[in-house]
């Protein structure tokens, strides 16, 4: 079935954009994986690069999809930021592939998908710079936090997840997001008198 | 002068390796870049993978030149920390290609490099989670503190770094590593009585 064929196109893509890299990966490589010619395979995708596109496209959108709704909701910051942190973790550990390649390999987008990107991602961090500037409205952070950079701060210790992050580790997604949660949280609370 | 020319083999590669990847960056494509044959290339340089293998070799020594003798000295722990971190991002900070290569590419190598980096990067990571072992014995950690995961959460800020450090931006490396330093160890500091 077409559909079917599509998906085992787009899961060995996916497998190999994220083990080997975009730039690795031709659609000759990806058919033969799947013993296709190349030819036919086209008959299922545009290009290699519409390929990459969907991956990273709904990647971001699944990302701010789970995410943005904590954001705005009328949640004490705290709890917002740890939630936010569970909801981004849970998506991470249960789609690596598209975690890396949408960190790493929509770089090799052409130049309007990556500015559409750029655009989401700037979103995208707003929303953490955004409630860690209400805890420090509400007084729950410390007046003198640097929203940015301890926004940075909780993407990075999400960005790098993928690389160490093991499914038959010891510690569950929400374990990790509450322990780096937990340290960043405390880290900019405000004084306690 | 031969040295020069090899100097200028290793440049080429690292950008290329680090822009695009080591599998999609080939002997040709460098030679090509530098106006060599690829034939005369192999003159300066055994394979693509030593290539790689000296990059991330030296990489590797380097991290830990700077950071094993600050983390063995007698400093006190959140002190100790803090150095680590600024020789760590300052390293990072002078050699952008070299450490994206390092943390990405390193994969690329055969079987027994692979298993030498990782060696290389439990011991650096165990400078990590030694000094802020020290810290909760000292009593200036929390005892509650998972020396492990505040490892990861030092380790994963300055591994992000390549992905958004911008030498023309508006904070300096030490600026940047004060920063996610300065809210690490408030996040695992003892409590205050």
Redesign the interface.
Known sequence: MAIDRKEQIYSTARTMFSE??Y??TTVRDIARELNMQAGSLYAHIGSKEDVLWEIVERAALQFIGVVAPIASSQTPPADKLRAMVRAHVLVVADNLDDATIF??EWK?LGEERRAWVNERRNLYEGFYRRVIDEGIDSGDFAAHT?AK??A??V???M???P??YNPAGP?SPEE?AD??T???????QAPQY
């Open positions: 080997r890299g730039p690795a960190l790493h090799f640097d950079m301890a940075l701060l993407l990075s210790s960005n790098w997840l690389q160490w510690l990790i322990s780096f937990q340290t960043i949280l405390k880290g900019i």
